[in-house]
């Protein structure tokens, strides 16, 4: 069984900082790709973040500069640090996981809320 569940989520303003958390049972993050996505009401899930197991990370460029994706392999741990939030990060986030075999897995969701 995969499960991953996030947390770290609020409510901030704008010029603010978060760092979201994804805890992982049953898979290992150190070897797979890992990601964050997020939701916004009314529109699709949009990658922010993402990381292959080889190491290379891409952004979306509406966060490059202000996101970074990192992991703790020794807690089997992914983290979304954000900075410099703008009201237009404000989304549910969910973590990511592809294992080697192209299977995929996501979290629960976290809320972000920025204000202006």
């Known amino acids: 069984q995969v499960r991953l569940v996030e947390s770290g989520g609020g409510l901030v303003q704008a010029g603010g900082s978060l760092r979201l958390s994804c805890a992982a049972s049953?898979?290992?993050?150190?070897?797979?790709?890992i990601g964050w996505h997020r939701q916004a009401p009314g529109k699709q899930r949009e990658l922010v973040a993402s990381?292959?197991?080889?190491?290379?990370?891409n952004y979306a460029d509406s966060v490059k500069g202000r996101f970074t994706i990192f992991r703790d392999n020794a807690k089997n741990m992914v983290y979304l640090q954000m900075n410099s939030l703008k009201p237009e990060d404000t989304a549910v986030y969910y973590c990511?996981?592809?294992?080697?075999?192209?299977?995929?897995?996501w979290g629960q969701g976290t809320q972000v809320t920025v204000s202006s």
């Open positions: 049953g898979i290992i993050f150190r070897d797979n790709a």
């Open positions: 990381s292959i197991r080889y190491g290379t990370t």
């Open positions: 990511y996981v592809g294992n080697e075999r192209g299977v995929g897995y």
